[in-house]
């Protein structure tokens, strides 16, 4: 069983749609969460992180933990089209620097059509 | 600040070739990666430096070496080119407390190599 799974997609929806992206994983030792937008052709770029379990919302975005069930989330409310990129979950066990580095998901491949 | 910036954009090797990887960042931060990305996955921790000095493997060192002699720069050496080393290449950094706070690792642009 790989560290962390998620779906790569494509996931293709309406603008103004609801998305909901996740990512599970099996290392209990990971405490920190983060969701990184990669578009194109370019380096990712982290949009939200989250420590242990929880929601966290920042405008349109928002991150949930679940770590029981070893689990996370990221929502995008009134979706854009220039939401349109590959989405992928981080994990660390430590404070992300270091011998943890970064897990990282597969990434997902978000459409949004206009 | 240009962030972090990675030179070359793009480069085709022939297998058994060497090439250097550059990667610099101007945020005066103390940590620097780097990360392979391969087609429909997830990046992977080739090299990590801690400071000027100071490297330690990731999960796939093989066929990669690193050196760090500023905290500036963290060029990745490929020694003899292999078709498993195809993919893209990405540098990161951030400025770490150790494990007292969370902290960001920022991405250079990548570089996509192609070994033939």
């Known amino acids: 069983q790989k560290e962390v799974e998620q779906d790569p997609g494509p996931l293709s929806v309406p603008e103004g749609a609801i998305v909901s992206l996740n990512c599970t994983y099996s290392?209990?030792?990971?405490?920190?969460f983060m969701w990184y937008r990669q578009y194109s052709r370019k380096g990712p770029e982290l949009l939200m992180y989250?420590?242990?379990?929880g929601n966290k919302e920042d405008g349109r975005f928002t991150a949930q933990v679940d770590k029981s069930s070893k689990y996370i989330s990221l929502f995008i409310r009134d979706s854009q089209p220039s939401d349109s990129a590959t989405y992928l979950c981080?994990?660390?066990?430590?404070?992300?620097?270091?011998?943890?580095?970064?897990?990282f998901g597969k990434g997902t491949h978000l459409i949004i059509q206009p | 600040n240009a962030g972090v910036t990675q030179t070359p954009k793009f480069r085709i090797l022939k297998i058994g070739q060497s090439m250097t990887l550059q990667c610099a960042q101007d945020?005066?931060?103390?940590?620097m990666y780097w990360y392979r990305q391969d087609p429909g996955m997830g990046l992977k921790l080739i090299y990590y430096?801690?400071?000027?000095?100071?490297?330690d493997k990731g999960e796939v060192p093989n066929g990669y070496n690193v050196s760090r002699s500023t905290t500036e720069d963290f060029p990745l050496r490929l020694e003899l080119a292999a078709p498993s080393q195809t993919s893209v290449y990405f540098c990161?950094?951030?400025?770490?407390?150790?494990?007292?706070?969370?902290?960001?690792?920022?991405f250079g642009p990548g570089t996509r190599l192609t070994v033939l």
């Open positions: 990161a950094s951030s400025y770490s407390l150790g494990h007292l706070s969370y902290n960001e690792q920022f």
């Open positions: 989250t420590y242990s379990s």
């Open positions: 290392n209990s030792a990971f405490q920190y």
């Open positions: 430096s801690v400071g000027a000095g100071i490297t």
């Open positions: 945020m005066n931060h103390n940590y």
């Open positions: 981080a994990m660390s066990a430590g404070s992300g620097g270091g011998a943890d580095g970064l897990t």
